[in-house]
């Protein structure tokens, strides 16, 4: 599947998230009502996001994992170097529908050929991607979907429908959720193809994608 179109499915699905920190120490951390926006996107191999993780993807190499190693853009030739493009073939930018330019671009589509940070992508998809921990414990998603929440200590379980999604309150007021995705095989309409390995999958003409973790720390816009 691919990786942007990947980044965008996985965000609207909002938020699986796990923690076991129930120390009774931290008990004196609340939640304040309010609008909660995304500071923090950091993806890490695995589920249970732990080791060194990446805070972006390199469209034009996927094997990268950091800006320094990225190129800015590409040759239209398809193959040249920056240094080696012919005058006016290197592009910075492009829609992602393949065809459009900027002006006529549908709105969300219009991508960077350089680094492209987690956060800068899901804000470029959707201008307002927060959340709201409402009065009486109604939580809404970015979406305008609403369900309820409960607080045991930091930690705070959401209820939106058959999905139960929880997080971990920090002391300096950040909520933050992990989302595990566990890996898979996927056919060219992204739907889940009955692989059990990558060898699988090839052989069934799908793409492999391996298991990730992407941590996602919130902060207090409103009150």
Same mark, same amino acid.
Request: hydrophobic share 35%; net charge negative; aromatic share 8%.
């Given at each position: ?58 469209? &034009? ?27 006016? &073939? ?20 219009? &991508? ?19 959340? %709201?921990?409402?009065?009486?414990? %109604? ?53 889940? %193809? ?26 207090? %816009?409103?009150?």
């Amino acid at each position: 599947m691919n990786k942007i179109k990947l980044i965008i499915a996985t965000f609207c699905l909002l938020l699986v998230g796990c923690s076991d920190d129930d120390n009774p120490a931290n008990s004196s951390v609340t939640l304040t009502e309010g609008t909660y926006s995304p500071t923090s996107i950091v993806q890490y191999a695995g589920t249970d996001c732990s080791g060194t993780g990446s805070t972006g993807i390199c469209p &034009m190499d996927e094997t990268v994992t950091t800006e320094a190693d990225c190129p800015s853009g590409m040759c239209m030739d398809g193959t040249s170097a920056e240094a080696d493009c012919p005058s006016g &073939m290197w592009i910075t930018d492009i829609c992602m529908d393949g065809t459009s330019a900027e002006a006529d671009c549908p709105s969300g589509m219009w &991508m960077s050929l350089g680094w492209m940070s987690y956060l800068d992508a899901i804000i470029t998809q959707f201008s307002d991607f927060s959340i %709201v921990f409402g009065a009486a414990g %109604v939580f809404t998603n970015f979406e305008g979907d609403t369900g309820t929440y409960t607080i045991d200590g930091t930690t705070v379980t959401i209820t939106d429908g058959d999905e139960i999604i929880t997080g971990i309150l920090g002391a300096d007021g950040t909520f933050t959720t992990h989302m595990p995705d566990t890996a898979g095989c996927f056919d060219m309409d992204d739907e889940e %193809v009955d692989a059990v390995d990558e060898d699988a999958c090839d052989a069934t003409g799908g793409d492999w994608e391996d298991a990730s973790c992407q941590e996602i720390i919130w902060h207090l %816009v409103t009150d």
